[in-house]
């Protein structure tokens, strides 16, 4: 299976820029997204396709990256970007999350 | 509006079996393949099985295969997993999925396995 590493958490503060990392054991093309997870809620799709800004989402949140190395930008963060932010593949069977990055802001 | 509504969890004993659906609207459901995803307690997100959007394949983790089913109606707008041989290991919130854009998921359902 394709395991998708992130780090932990980060803390930052608003209006500040974040990046939250994803590297694939191996290739996945541009067959990465990226969900926002608040406590009690559903994940919410920001990105699809590594760098495609899902509908109705802020442009402050940007995506980037193809084979093994992803990158989610929010730029500037806000207090309400406090979530856990998760990477998940779709190239190689079977889809595959990553652990997830935790956001504080501080 | 995209709505996902899952149903049918709650608590059950190791070995016994539990059919969860989804049903949805605000979206033509019959032409998208749908996902089921899980996620235990304070632990990450597991997909667990895919269906196309005209049932003619089905992909599962093995984390479950063998045990569910997933399956789905098109004229009732509704997807299902069959669960049978219930873990305490499958003890998670279980949600429905549309990946991809214009992605939506479900606010999910709880399934806890437990004598």
């Known amino acids: 299976d394709t395991v998708l590493t992130q780090s932990p958490a980060l803390a930052v503060s608003p209006g500040e820029r974040v990046t939250i990392s994803c590297r694939a054991s191996e290739s996945v093309s541009t067959g990465m997204h990226w969900y926002q997870q608040k406590p009690g809620q559903q994940p919410k799709l920001l990105i699809y396709g590594a760098s495609n800004l899902e509908s109705g989402v802020p442009a402050r949140f940007s995506g980037s990256g193809s084979g093994t190395d992803f990158t989610l930008t929010i730029d500037p963060v806000e207090a309400d970007d406090t979530a856990t932010y998760f990477c998940?593949?779709?190239?190689?069977?079977?889809?595959?999350f990553g652990s997830g990055t935790k956001l504080e802001i501080k | 509006e995209v709505q996902l509504v899952e149903s049918g969890g709650g608590l059950v004993k190791p070995g016994s079996s539990l059919k969860l659906s989804c049903v949805a609207s605000g979206f033509t459901f019959s032409s998208y393949g749908m996902h089921w995803i899980r996620q235990a307690p304070k632990k990450g997100l597991e997909w667990i099985a895919l269906?196309?959007?005209?049932?003619?394949?089905?992909y599962y983790a093995d984390s479950v295969k063998g045990r569910f089913t997933i399956s789905r109606d098109n004229s009732k707008n509704t997807l299902y997993l069959e669960m049978n041989s219930l873990r305490s290991e499958d003890t998670a919130m279980y949600y429905c999925?549309?990946?991809?854009?214009?992605?939506?998921w479900g606010q999910g359902v709880m399934v806890t396995v437990s004598s």
């Open positions: 269906i196309y959007y005209d049932s003619s394949n089905k």
């Open positions: 998940q593949q779709s190239w190689n069977d079977p889809f595959t």
């Open positions: 999925a549309k990946l991809g854009s214009s992605g939506y």
